[in-house]
């Protein structure tokens, strides 16, 4: 197998596993919430926490790796539109990316301490909840047009 198969190979998957774990989290999280239910919350916002660290996070390094290793070996230049646009929206959906960890390990930890003391969620869970979700929508939605601008390389 060539250097170039094995690093696409490596790009696909770990797109598999940046897009797939990202909506999965959201899926669990999102419909999680409107339950209300303090315990589930806590348990499934602690593995949603976790899904990032071990699937996201490194699909989010392999992933421009793999893709500067291939632009090198087939000799696409930066100059390219859609590798420009790609590299805009993995920006955006990055800029997106981070306070959504952020959000997530506070809103789990908020969660565990509420399981703890018997209590209700705090409003501010709520608000971060909010925010994870309003983030969520432009990061999912880049990574989408990634994908089509991966797989149709536009002249634009």
């Known amino acids: 197998m060539s250097l170039y198969l094995t690093l696409k190979w490596l790009h696909i998957v ?8 990202g909506f999965g989290s959201a899926f669990y999280l999102y419909f999680i919430h409107r ?4 315990v589930a919350i806590a348990e499934v916002s ?5 899904a990032d660290f071990w699937f996201t996070a490194p699909a989010v390094i392999i992933q421009p790796l ?3 290793a291939m632009m ?10 859609w ?3 790609s590299l805009v929206l993995y920006a955006v959906a990055g800029a997106c990316w981070l306070p959504v960890v952020w959000l997530q390990i506070k809103m789990s930890r908020m969660a565990a301490q ?5 209590e209700k969620l ?15 929508y432009p990061a999912f939605v880049s990574t989408l047009m990634i994908f089509g601008l991966m797989v149709f390389k536009p002249s634009l």
């Open 14 to 21: 770990s797109s598999v596993l940046l897009v797939g774990t």
């Open 35 to 38: 339950t209300h239910n303090t």
């Open 46 to 50: 602690r593995l949603v926490v976790r």
């Open 66 to 68: 793999t893709g500067f």
């Open 72 to 81: 090198s070996i087939a000799g696409y230049p930066f100059s390219q539109p």
């Open 83 to 85: 590798i420009m646009w």
């Open 114 to 118: 509420t399981v703890m003391a018997g």
């Open 122 to 136: 705090p409003d501010r869970y709520w608000k971060y909840a909010r925010y994870w979700e309003w983030l969520g």
